[in-house]
């Protein structure tokens, strides 16, 4: 017999859930850590909860965002987070309970998430549309020939100094970069959260600033028999100038006592443009910010196209069954129309991967070469897919 109940929860009850979630995800840290860390975001969020009777055994959390898309347009998105179910209560049914909660119909056409494990997310019709690229590389390099780099323009500036200036310079980034998100205060307290631990051996948090960008990184300093060999972890770099990222990259590089960098980029990052050899910067590819289209009539029309069209799709949506069915997708001068249709289908795919296409990284002309989008009109999978390409690779910085 089913005696769960999902509901809205307190900000005291989310506060409380804290250190299940910690457990859920293997998180090794103290709770005033964690719950310090997510304390910000309990309001304006909406704060689920699952019950077996009086007790607490699975959490959500769907943060009100605004994700910019093709065309610069800021569009709000439910950012879903802190998705968890107590390990005695699995397999019962509770994170599809709680999924169904996040997605109403009557809230954010949009929705996004960063998935532990996608293939639990795919089945919720969230689809990968960002990606990042995890680079590792030496320090000590220098730049191709061509490249000009004045590094004496960074400074690095204490916590409380260097906070409101960065934040005024991701704010010009986001307004352009498709992928980004807006951020509230509480979003800045969790993406530069510090513990007071040690982590990992590694220093807190330090702020290199630019006129035109930052990076946030933490060192480690290591040692050997043939002296130092200190790394360095990029937290987040942000450059709103071709010049602001050569300058930042050239002052990261030459940091003393460092010998290795890592750092999670875009997959069109310039970083490794800027070497003599782009083989020097090892590179890892990896899924990021996952996409879903709560109502797609609503969803579609409002980021911009590259190029004109005219099709008739026909969805899979077994999660958001009022996304099933056929649509007559029209776009001219970049503005797309949404349709309901009887007509024939010019194409065929799942709600999953249109929302991968959303941003314009994922291609539908390469998911249709895997079997996924089922072509019924010659050339209409190419169409479509040109259709929301993205100037640049899209873009998320922030796992949330």
């Known amino acids: 017999m089913d005696t769960y109940t999902v509901r809205e929860l307190t900000p005291e009850e989310m506060v409380a859930a804290s250190p299940m979630v910690a457990r859920a995800f293997l998180v090794d840290g103290s709770e005033d850590d964690i719950t310090a860390r997510g304390a910000g975001l309990l309001a304006g969020s909406v704060n689920l909860g699952a019950f077996a009777q009086e007790q607490q055994v699975g959490t959500a959390q769907v943060q009100a965002r605004s994700l910019c898309v093709p065309g610069g347009a800021s569009v709000p998105v439910g950012a879903v987070t802190a998705v968890a179910v107590a390990s005695d209560h699995r397999r019962r049914g509770l994170l599809t309970r709680l999924m169904r909660a996040a997605l109403p119909r009557s809230g954010p056409v949009v929705s996004a998430l960063w998935a532990s494990e996608a293939a639990i997310y795919g089945r919720f019709g969230y689809g990968v549309a960002t990606e990042l690229t995890r680079y590792t590389l030496p320090t000590r390099i220098a730049f191709r020939p061509g490249v000009t780099a004045d590094?004496?323009?960074?400074?690095?500036?204490?916590?409380?100094?260097?906070?409101?200036v960065i934040r005024a310079l991701y704010e010009r980034y986001a307004e352009h970069r498709v992928g980004a998100l807006t951020r509230t205060d509480g979003n800045w307290d969790h993406h530069l959260f510090d513990s007071t631990r040690v982590q990992a051996g590694r220093s807190p948090l330090r702020f290199a600033v630019h006129p035109a960008g930052y990076a946030t990184y933490r060192a480690k300093p290591v040692w050997n028999d043939t002296g130092p060999q200190g790394q360095l972890d990029v937290h987040e770099f942000i450059a709103t100038t071709p010049q602001a990222t050569a300058d930042l990259w050239r002052y990261l590089l030459d940091i003393d006592?460092?010998?290795?960098?890592?750092?999670?980029?875009?997959?069109?990052?310039?970083?490794?443009?800027?070497?003599?050899?782009?083989?020097?910067a090892l590179r890892k590819r990896l899924p990021a910010l996952h996409i879903r289209l709560v109502d797609v009539a609503a969803a579609l029309p409002l980021r911009r196209y590259l190029t004109p069209i005219d099709v008739v799709v026909e969805l899979e949506d077994p999660f958001c069954p009022w996304n099933t069915g056929r649509w007559h997708l029209s776009a001219n001068s970049g503005q797309m129309t949404v349709a309901s249709t009887e007509a024939v289908p010019d194409l065929e795919l799942d709600i999953r991967d249109l929302g991968a296409a959303y941003l314009g990284g994922t291609r539908l002309s390469a998911l249709a070469a895997a079997g996924?989008?089922?072509?019924?009109?010659?050339?209409?999978?190419?169409?479509?897919s040109?259709?929301?390409?993205?100037?640049?690779?899209?873009?998320c910085r922030e796992v949330f």
């Open 151 to 164: 590094s004496s323009l960074v400074r690095e500036l204490p916590r409380d100094e260097a906070i409101p």
């Open 372 to 384: 996924l989008v089922r072509e019924h009109t010659t050339g209409a999978t190419t169409a479509l």
């Open 386 to 395: 040109n259709a929301m390409l993205a100037d640049r690779e899209p873009s």
């Open 257 to 280: 006592l460092v010998r290795t960098i890592h750092y999670d980029g875009d997959p069109d990052d310039p970083l490794a443009l800027l070497l003599p050899d782009t083989r020097v």
